[in-house]
């Protein structure tokens, strides 16, 4: 069976904006901390068709975030990734064979909240950081990763309060949206998407992505740890209002 580069549903100026896209966005995360994520997602929503958004969008970030873990490996944080294994897949697992009824709006107005107090609110108890907590965490992030794509900034915002050091950051960052956007093969897959139909451009995707990378991580040598932490807690915080924009436009709070 041959395998079209471009998708039948995108033209080729769509397809090579997000090809560029890619770059841009994971130099963003790479530089940043997180941000590109979710970026990616919205221009994706823009020109992709619904049923595609989701779980394309999970295999380019699994492609991504593997990259910027091999560039950072010795920065990676395993007591922490050894805690938040065992909730993506508890979390996944629930994910695939519950329905989930509850509107989207409800998922976005949480994460948003959760964001914003672990920006700019009282520390959470050390307790928090702890197996239980980074298995609580993963395991609802994880559920919800499913549904609505955008739970990358409550997990950055989570791992920055861990993590002073900047590359610790994103190094424990990458590995656990791997671990995180992993599942979304099986289940998605199960259910019916053909990845086939998306696979050389979801390569080349993870291939420009692996480009972006690699710049972002030299931006990221430019700055300390005390801008990294400002310039990251700036991004989440939009990130954040922007989901309590689209929440408020769903649940049509102002009409």
Known sequence: MEVALIPESLSL???LSLLGSSVITS????SLGAGGGVLLLLLMASWMPA???IPVHGMIQLGSNGGRAILTWKHIDWRVIAAFAPGVIAGAAAGAWLLVSLPAYLWQLTIAVFVLYLCWGPALPKGAFGPAGIFIASTV???VSLFVGATGPLV???IKQIHVDRFHTVATFATAMILQHAPKALVFG???FVFADWLLFILAMIACGFAGTWIGLRLLNSLDNRWFSKALNIVLTILALRLLWQASAAANWWS
């Open 27 to 30: 130099m963003i995360t790479a």
């Open 51 to 53: 049923a595609a958004i």
């Open 141 to 143: 992030t994880s559920f």
């Open 156 to 158: 950055a915002a989570f």
């Open 190 to 192: 199960v259910t019916g």
């Open 13 to 15: 100026t769509v397809a």
